[in-house]
Nanobody, 115 residues
Framework: QVQLVESGGGLVQAGESLRLSCAAS????????TGWYRQAPGKQRELVAS???????NYADSVKGRFTISTDNANNALYLQMNSLNPEDTAVYYC?????????WGQGTQVTVSS
């Protein structure tokens, strides 16, 4: 069982930055694909960014060039650096880890961007 705990959300103005953190209960980054998803009110949960165990990254088109996903294996952490935020980025952001049939989610952290 892997536990994921997000932090770093908050209320910011358009154009500002935030960094989300996800603390994992074990060193999973060399084994699992990990990533960030978000869910805005009334919308489906969507992939924001992911990184494979080999280090390959993938980003949603809407965040390319603004968001950066990274891992810190020494501290069992996953990060999402979010720059140039806009109101459309407002959502609950979830940390995710998956491998084969195993999928784990964090509890989510709210990001609100005001215009």
């Amino acid at each position: 069982q892997v536990q994921l705990v997000e932090s770093g959300g908050g209320l910011v103005q358009a154009g500002e930055s935030l960094r989300l953190s996800c603390a994992a209960s074990a060193n999973i980054f060399g084994i699992y694909t990990t990533g960030w998803y978000r869910q805005a009110p009334g919308k489906q949960r969507e992939l924001v960014a992911s990184v494979t165990s080999a280090g390959s990254t993938n980003y949603a088109d809407s965040v390319k060039g603004r968001f950066t996903i990274s891992t810190d294996n020494a501290n069992n952490a996953l990060y999402l650096q979010m720059n140039s935020l806009n109101p459309e980025d407002t959502a609950v952001y979830y940390c995710n880890a998956r491998r084969a049939f195993f999928v784990y989610w964090g509890q989510g952290t709210q990001v609100t961007v005001s215009s």
